[in-house]
């Protein structure tokens, strides 16, 4: 059974930092196309960061230069770390991965930056 666990979201000042985990269990992250997502209230969820299964990595134009998606392989886990947040990432983060045909979701983590 595939089970996605985001992680390490919490309430931080504007400028702050927070890293999120995506933690897997049923599946080998390396193996396939990690997305996170985010999903502000009221508004459709979007695309955040992607690392693909060599490493290579995209951004959202509104994230690039702040947050850094990476792997670790080692611990089955996915991070994004988040850097000079604003109040406009406020939303609920979910990592996400097709595999077996299947489309994947965690539960979410909530992220609130205050101004």
């Known amino acids: 059974q595939v089970q996605l666990v985001e992680s390490g979201g919490g309430l931080v000042q504007a400028g702050g930092s927070l890293r999120l985990s995506c933690a897997a269990s049923?599946?080998?992250?390396?193996?396939?196309?990690i997305t996170w997502y985010r999903q502000a209230p009221g508004k459709q969820r979007d695309v955040v960061a992607t690392i693909t299964v060599g490493g290579i990595t995209n951004y959202a134009d509104s994230v690039k230069g702040r947050f850094t998606i990476s792997r670790d392989n080692a611990k089955n886990t996915v991070y994004l770390q988040m850097n000079s947040l604003k109040p406009e990432d406020t939303a609920v983060y979910y990592c996400n991965t097709v595999a077996f045909s299947n489309d994947y979701w965690g539960q979410g983590t909530q992220v609130t930056v205050s101004s």
């Open positions: 049923g599946i080998t992250l390396s193996r396939y196309v």
